[in-house]
């Protein structure tokens, strides 16, 4: 048994199988193409190989385990040629203009989404044949045959680092843990394992190379460590761990439907945080209020180009009627200082996070911010929809915002367009905001306390920077004396104030931010019932 430590980001117990994750593996992007012809045959010619790999396979099980167990490869044969499996590649090559690992990868994630969600048992069952297909394509489409760790057995991921554009694009499914080398406390592999509510080390001492592959782990998520092919007294002490913490999993089940209200009738929005469209079930599963921050900008960091305004558009709307008229408060793009993007073209800045990003990108390159406003405009027809604007620190910020807004809804105005109407507000997320905050709210709708940026720019810490994380007080008074005075000027303005930095999940917290008066929370999906049930525990007055 070997035994290694990290910094925990999510506690609990996961217990599986490793896999070592490397850079580029079956990290499917959508590509534009020209030619969909071309494409398609790309397809063809994979079709053809995989036909041929999985007889061989067939034949090698007939002769090793018999007939019965080798017909799986004669039904993933049949899935190959299965005409509803080829038209929706080849449509989605030729109506989007898109590469063939891109079609085939939605393909299989709708195609296996369906049979999931059917009543038969059988039918269920093809959902994971889908998959193997499908990962069986896009293996031999990037030239990457080889067996691996079979990724439709969810896994312990193992890395040295993940970028935002990694974790964003991983099928979370399969996921069951991560345990990095580097990252911080505050960094978004730790965000992602949050939202995901699953176990998470960062900073861990783990020698990383390819003999962990397919080892058991164990990772203690509570106590920081991570144990690779425990002894059977600690495998033993470990499930009986993973038994308690789902028992009390199961307890916080019980409060589904009830209301986000004090012992004394106090009631808060109770929201939750998404990255993508993938998260959305999360949100629902946890029976989260509404979604009070959508991060539009993994949108950008999943694309190897300027999402269209249809892109961005249909994922809008796609949210906007999952939720069915809960709130959706969706933040414009938030590139730059950890969050990168090359096709940005953006300079190469030695303080990256106090540089260009955010507001500042969209308000220096408006075509840019155009092109989303009028999808955010476009798809508020279709649901509750917010817009909320990141890294303000003026008046004047505000008031350039509106013009562009204003400019945005004249134009779908003139060509015919229909659009909502859509309510405005900004995340609080610098002293400067804080202290211009009674001036703010006399401009917009509402305010979103971004407890992490916040915290990185009044304690003058790099939130990412992992040298310093005892130094990195979240707790901090200065944090909460600002976070109480936001509250207070806004409602002097009559608009409400939330919280969605990662400090509103600190349930040690959530009594302190009642009595604030704060009145919304979004945080994980995987922590919606966790505060809930605090909320529900507390007394404010």
């Given at each position: 048994?070997n035994k290694?430590?990290?910094?925990s980001?999510?506690?609990?117990?996961?217990i599986?199988?490793?896999m070592?994750?490397e850079k580029?593996?079956h990290?499917v992007?959508?590509?534009?193409?020209?030619?969909?012809?071309?494409?398609k045959?790309?397809?063809?010619?994979?079709v053809?190989?995989?036909f041929?790999?999985?007889g061989?396979?067939h034949?090698?099980?007939?002769?090793e385990v018999?007939?019965?167990?080798?017909a799986?490869?004669?039904?993933h044969?049949?899935?190959l040629?299965?005409?509803d499996?080829?038209?929706?590649?080849?449509h989605?090559?030729?109506?989007?203009?898109v590469?063939a690992e891109?079609?085939?990868?939605?393909?299989?994630?709708n195609?296996?989404?369906?049979f999931a969600?059917?009543d038969?048992?059988y039918m269920?069952?093809?959902?994971?044949?889908?998959?193997?297909?499908?990962?069986?394509?896009?293996?031999?489409?990037?030239?990457?045959?080889?067996?691996g760790?079979?990724?439709?057995e969810p896994?312990?991921m193992?890395?040295?680092?993940?970028a935002?554009s990694?974790t964003?694009?991983m099928?979370?499914?399969?996921?069951?843990?991560?345990?990095?080398?580097?990252?911080?406390?505050?960094?978004?592999?730790?965000?992602l394992a949050?939202?995901?509510g699953?176990?998470?080390?960062?900073?861990?001492?783990?020698?990383?190379?390819?003999?962990?592959?397919?080892?058991?782990?164990?990772?203690?998520?509570?106590?920081?460590?991570v144990?690779?092919?425990?002894?059977?007294?600690?495998?033993s002490?470990?499930?009986e761990?993973?038994?308690?913490?789902?028992?009390k999993?199961?307890l916080?089940?019980?409060?589904?439907?009830?209301e986000?209200?004090t012992l004394d009738?106090?009631k808060i929005?109770?929201?939750s945080n998404?990255?993508?469209?993938?998260?959305l079930?999360?949100?629902?599963?946890?029976?989260?209020?509404?979604?009070g921050?959508?991060?539009?900008e993994?949108?950008?960091?999943?694309?190897d180009?300027?999402?269209?305004e249809?892109?961005?558009?249909?994922?809008?709307r796609?949210?906007?009627?999952?939720?069915?008229?809960?709130?959706?408060?969706?933040?414009?793009l938030?590139?730059?200082?950890?969050?990168?993007?090359?096709y940005?073209?953006?300079?190469?800045e030695d303080?990256?996070?106090?540089g260009?990003r955010?507001?500042?990108?969209c308000?220096?390159r408006?075509?840019?911010?155009?092109?989303?406003?009028?999808?955010?405009?476009?798809?508020?027809?279709?649901?509750?929809?917010?817009?909320?604007?990141?890294?303000?620190i003026?008046?004047?910020?505000?008031?350039?915002?509106?013009v562009?807004?204003?400019?945005?809804?004249?134009?779908l105005t003139?060509?015919g367009?229909?659009?909502?109407n859509?309510?405005s507000g900004?995340?609080?997320?610098?002293?400067?905001?804080?202290?211009?905050?009674?001036?703010l709210?006399?401009k917009?709708?509402?305010?979103?306390?971004?407890?992490?940026d916040?915290?990185?720019?009044?304690?003058?810490?790099?939130?990412?920077?992992?040298?310093?994380?005892?130094f990195?007080d979240?707790h901090?008074?200065?944090?909460?004396?600002m976070?109480r005075?936001v509250?207070?000027n806004?409602?002097?303005e009559?608009?409400?104030?939330?919280?969605?930095?990662?400090?509103?999940?600190?349930?040690?917290?959530?009594?302190e931010?009642?009595?604030m008066?704060v009145?919304?929370?979004?945080?994980s999906?995987?922590?919606?019932?966790?505060?809930?049930?605090v909320i529900?525990?507390?007394r404010v007055?």
């Amino acid at each position: 048994m070997n035994k290694y430590t990290g910094k925990s980001v999510f506690g609990g117990i996961a217990i599986g199988k490793i896999m070592v994750y490397e850079k580029g593996e079956h990290q499917v992007k959508r590509v534009k193409i020209t030619d969909a012809e071309a494409e398609k045959n790309r397809y063809y010619e994979a079709v053809e190989i995989a036909f041929k790999q999985l007889g061989e396979l067939h034949d090698k099980a007939l002769r090793e385990v018999g007939e019965a167990n080798a017909a799986i490869f004669e039904i993933h044969q049949m899935m190959l040629e299965d005409d509803d499996y080829k038209e929706s590649v080849e449509h989605i090559i030729e109506s989007q203009m898109v590469n063939a690992e891109y079609a085939i990868a939605q393909t299989g994630d709708n195609f296996s989404q369906m049979f999931a969600a059917m009543d038969d048992e059988y039918m269920r069952g093809r959902a994971a044949d889908v998959k193997d297909i499908t990962e069986r394509l896009l293996g031999i489409l990037s030239g990457n045959t080889g067996s691996g760790v079979d990724v439709d057995e969810p896994v312990i991921m193992v890395a040295e680092d993940l970028a935002p554009s990694e974790t964003v694009q991983m099928d979370k499914s399969k996921i069951l843990s991560f345990v990095t080398q580097k990252g911080s406390v505050n960094s978004h592999t730790a965000i992602l394992a949050r939202t995901m509510g699953i176990p998470a080390l960062i900073g861990s001492d783990i020698v990383i190379d390819e003999s962990l592959n397919g080892k058991l782990g164990v990772v203690d998520g509570t106590n920081g460590v991570v144990y690779i092919e425990p002894d059977e007294a600690t495998l033993s002490a470990m499930q009986e761990e993973q038994r308690k913490d789902n028992e009390k999993k199961a307890l916080l089940q019980e409060l589904k439907g009830k209301e986000d209200v004090t012992l004394d009738g106090k009631k808060i929005k109770l929201y939750s945080n998404i990255g993508n469209i993938k998260d959305l079930a999360n949100v629902i599963a946890n029976d989260a209020a509404g979604i009070g921050l959508f991060r539009s900008e993994f949108i950008y960091l999943e694309s190897d180009t300027f999402p269209t305004e249809e892109e961005q558009f249909n994922i809008y709307r796609t949210v906007a009627e999952s939720m069915a008229g809960k709130p959706v408060i969706i933040r414009t793009l938030d590139i730059g200082a950890d969050k990168q993007c090359d096709y940005f073209g953006l300079d190469k800045e030695d303080n990256p996070a106090l540089g260009l990003r955010a507001i500042r990108i969209c308000l220096t390159r408006p075509e840019i911010f155009k092109t989303q406003l009028r999808a955010l405009y476009r798809a508020s027809a279709y649901g509750n929809i917010s817009i909320m604007y990141p890294m303000i620190i003026s008046e004047q910020e505000v008031d350039k915002i509106k013009v562009i807004e204003n400019e945005v809804k004249a134009e779908l105005t003139e060509q015919g367009i229909e659009f909502g109407n859509p309510k405005s507000g900004i995340m609080i997320e610098t002293p400067a905001a804080v202290i211009m905050s009674r001036q703010l709210a006399k401009k917009v709708d509402f305010f979103s306390i971004g407890t992490n940026d916040l915290t990185q720019y009044t304690l003058a810490i790099d939130r990412q920077n992992t040298k310093l994380d005892d130094f990195y007080d979240a707790h901090h008074p200065a944090i909460l004396a600002m976070i109480r005075m936001v509250v207070e000027n806004a409602h002097a303005e009559g608009i409400w104030a939330g919280i969605c930095g990662e400090l509103g999940a600190d349930t040690t917290l959530t009594e302190e931010f009642l009595k604030m008066g704060v009145d919304e929370l979004s945080v994980s999906a995987g922590k919606v019932l966790a505060v809930r049930k605090v909320i529900r525990e507390t007394r404010v007055s």
